[in-house]
């Protein structure tokens, strides 16, 4: 994973809860809807994500655990790595950040949902490299829950070519899908094409096989891209 600096801000604020759905969208189709759909072609591999309905997906990075299975801390520090960045362009929810989410070539209008960190939580996420790459990581990890329907599961071995490994919701459990991801603090339209171009290629070459999927975060923008390998 590579990831871009931020320049860190002290943004005070204050969090007032809102009642939205964690992780999921929580609309007409069900308990947990999903807006976007991997098309299988031979051998199981993804075909592209298909969205289906485009209304605003809420990507709530305040519990990961609701769109996971990885550990309360991981769940917990990624989270506040996502806050912290977001706390440095955007003013804290309510209401949800807007953000847009390109599921390849077609936008769908999403809304980031997370608390402003206190100085506690800004200090140990000074590190301007890992807080874009953890906090992209919460990012990308509700984005494909809330979007796709996917539960992220674990963290693959070395040599895979992705960050986690995930599952359909209603898949097997070792019926895994790869997920890479890449964050940046103020990168432009030009540099999510190209990181993207790179995690794809990461993602072929990785030991591992089968369906993979790269998602791209740019903070400032508050862009969100999500593309097969």
């Known amino acids: 994973m590579q990831v871009y600096v931020v320049l860190p801000i002290d943004v005070a604020a204050v ?10 969208w929580r609309g007409g189709r069900g308990r947990d809807a999903s807006f ?3 098309a299988r072609g031979p051998g199981g591999r993804a075909g592209g994500i298909k969205g289906r309905v485009n209304e ?4 709530d990075v305040r519990d990961l655990g609701a769109c ?20 440095a362009f955007h003013a804290p929810p309510p209401p949800p950040t807007p953000a847009a989410l390109f599921d390849g070539e077609t936008r769908h209008e999403a809304g980031l949902v997370w608390r402003a960190p ?3 939580q800004r200090g140990s996420h000074a590190n301007e490299l890992e807080v874009v790459r953890d906090g992209a ?9 809330a979007h796709a329907g996917y539960l992220v599961r674990k963290r693959p071995r070395h040599g895979s070519g992705a960050d986690y490994l995930m599952t359909r919701l209603g ?14 603090a103020r990168g432009d339209a030009l540099e999510l094409r190209a990181r ?12 591992e096989e089968g369906p993979a999927i790269a998602v791209v975060v740019a903070f400032k923008d508050a862009v969100i891209r999500m593309e097969d390998a």
């Open 15 to 24: 969090w007032d809860e809102i009642a939205v759905g964690s992780c999921s």
């Open 36 to 38: 976007g759909l991997v």
């Open 56 to 59: 605003r997906v809420i990507l």
């Open 68 to 87: 996971s299975r990885l550990s309360p801390g991981v769940c917990a520090y990624l989270g506040e790595a996502a806050s912290v960045v977001l706390g």
């Open 118 to 120: 206190d100085p506690v």
């Open 137 to 145: 990581c919460a990012v990308a990890i509700a984005a494909v829950h």
């Open 171 to 184: 898949d097997e459990e070792d019926n895994f899908v790869r997920l890479e991801v890449s964050g940046t």
């Open 196 to 207: 993207m171009a790179q995690k794809r290629a990461q993602l072929r070459a990785g030991r």
